[in-house]
């Protein structure tokens, strides 16, 4: 079994940064890509970020540039570190793992989910 929890969400105000984490267990999570996906009141979950097995990654146009993904396999954890935060990230932040090593960006590539936690940016 895999259990995905994620911390690290909270309130800040638009410009600021917060650092979510994702604390994966099982057996082989070094063999795995993880991936990030948020979604708002109302709307689709989309994809935010994704990293591979080897560290490739990949991120939606909205984000890129202000956030990184990273991965720390000693820890069996996976972050994400975001800058200059706008109102419209506002979101539930989901993590999860691929069925695969690579650098999806598809949902239906990942088979185990955390709960979420929520990220309110203010203006």
């Known amino acids: 079994q895999v259990q995905l929890v994620e911390s690290g969400g909270g309130l800040v105000q638009a410009g600021g940064s917060l650092r979510l984490s994702c604390e994966a267990s099982?057996?082989?999570?070094?063999?795995?890509?993880m991936g990030w996906f948020r979604q708002a009141p109302g709307k689709e979950r989309v994809f935010v970020a994704s990293?591979?097995?080897?560290?490739?990654?990949a991120y939606s146009d909205s984000v890129k540039g202000r956030f990184t993904i990273s991965r720390d396999n000693a820890k069996n954890t996976v972050y994400l570190q975001m800058n200059s935060l706008k109102p419209e990230d506002t979101a539930i932040y989901y993590c999860?793992?691929?069925?695969?090593?690579?650098?999806?960006?598809?949902?239906?590539?990942?088979?185990?989910w955390g709960q979420g936690t929520q990220v309110t940016v203010s203006s």
């Open positions: 999860a793992r691929s069925i695969g090593s690579g650098v999806t960006i598809a949902a239906s590539s990942f088979n185990y």
């Open positions: 099982g057996r082989t999570f070094s063999n795995y890509g």
């Open positions: 990293i591979s097995k080897s560290a490739f990654t």
